[in-house]
């Protein structure tokens, strides 16, 4: 159980909106700004070039994490929605045009839908998305039968921030590579509960952040290919992402860092990598494990109460630690509202997925979401607390 500072007791549900930090990625963010606060790249003396090394050094820890061919495929960013408006930017503005396709799906987090519908809007593209059944598993057939000569761009969460549902990314990825379209993944809710491996997932551009991962905020990771990050112009232009500056005429520096205008969030790096350290110590398969085990637990137990409806599969090694559900009678914020007086901290709303909302059928959805810290206790914490709630309302 987490023992938060304010609250001792509480039960901490939300970590798929942002995870709780480890003392670990604290003293990290403590020592760089008492013993190495300096600017990166370009200070000689020996201050900046420890920041310079710590901040680089960072980029290939992130870069191992993931098995990417080098650091260099690494692009910091301030989180999955910043690197995800980078390839609709500045990938798509310059490869979409009338006539082409974007392939979505209805599960996907704001972050990875509004950006490409802004982009079809701009170039004239049509977007497309991909269905659920019930159970909330992808329509693969649907989306085999959506793949065309006219498909430029398949963008898809690896794991579902509502639902749960985990993607199969590395068969979406070759279907769509077999159409000559490029695979997009937002993984938000992936990269802190699972081992991934871009080079497996044969994902083109693979984007995630910090924050979900006991690092930072306001620091994020875009993953790219080579030769796709060569195809691309940068967005934010100053100090740092140049080679040369004339009066009329500027060259960008080497990628990554043509993509990184400007003073980064040096801190934040350093912490993200501390973070990933701290779950290297643990093991990704033993995090991946441990959720499984508690998400099928939590699924079983919450069953028994009445009137509880549950989104997603049924089965947890179809989905993440993820669990969202309505209680009959009920709105969600109300239920969330007096969950909180007893402790127990889940999110209410429609989490950035009003279009999965609207296809469930519902306006909102409570959720609960587990993370390392979490155990069974936790879980019937929340049960305890679910029936309390029905005897509040008298449901």
Not at 30 to 52: C, D, F, P, S
Not at 193 to 221: E, N
Not at 267 to 276: T, W
Not at 324 to 352: N, S
């Amino acid at each position: 159980m987490w023992q938060g500072p304010s609250a001792p007791d509480a039960v901490y549900l939300d970590s798929a909106a942002t995870s709780q930090k480890p003392q670990a990625v604290i003293d990290a963010l403590i020592h760089y700004y008492t013993k190495q606060n300096a600017n990166v790249h370009r200070g000689v003396y020996t201050l900046a070039e420890q920041a310079t090394e710590a901040y680089e050094g960072a980029r290939k820890t992130v870069a191992e994490f993931i098995n990417a061919p080098r650091p260099e495929n690494i692009i910091f960013t301030r989180g999955t929605t910043e690197g995800l408006n980078w390839v609709a930017q500045s990938y798509g503005g310059t490869h979409l045009q009338a006539g082409d396709e974007i392939i979505i799906t209805i599960m996907e987090h704001h972050s990875n839908l509004v950006p490409w519908q802004q982009l079809a809007l701009r170039t004239g593209a049509t977007l497309r998305y991909v269905d659920i059944d019930d159970s909330g598993v992808l329509d693969l057939d649907q989306f085999k039968a959506m793949l065309s000569a006219k498909t430029k761009i398949v963008a898809v969460t690896q794991v579902s921030n509502v639902l749960g549902t985990i993607n199969p990314i590395r068969q979406i990825g070759q279907l769509t590579h077999a159409v000559g379209a490029i695979l997009v993944v937002d993984g938000a809710q992936s990269t802190a509960h699972m081992p991934v491996d871009v080079q497996a997932l044969d994902a083109d551009f693979f984007a995630f952040s910090g924050h979900k991962m006991l690092g930072p905020t306001g620091i994020g990771v875009l993953y790219g290919k080579m030769s796709l990050l060569a195809e691309m112009e940068p967005i934010e232009f100053g100090g740092e992402m140049i080679s040369k500056v004339e009066k009329y005429h500027t060259t960008w520096a080497d990628i990554p860092w043509r993509f990184e205008g400007g003073t980064p969030n040096i801190a934040g790096a350093i912490g993200l990598a501390a973070a990933i350290k701290y779950l290297q110590g643990i093991g990704m398969a033993e995090i991946r494990a441990h959720e499984e085990a508690l998400t099928q637990y939590a699924l079983t137990q919450l069953k028994q109460v009445e009137g509880l409806t549950i989104y997603g599969p049924a089965d947890a090694q179809q989905r993440g630690g993820v669990i969202a559900f309505t209680l009959q009678g009920v709105h969600p914020h109300d239920l969330a509202t007096v969950l909180d007086t007893q402790q127990v901290a889940v999110r209410a709303g429609h989490h950035c997925a009003q279009p999965l909302m609207s296809r469930l059928g519902v306006v909102a959805t409570a959720r609960a979401s587990f993370y390392l810290y979490n155990g069974e206790k936790d879980v019937d914490r929340l049960v305890a607390a679910l029936n309390e709630t029905k005897e509040f309302f008298q449901v």
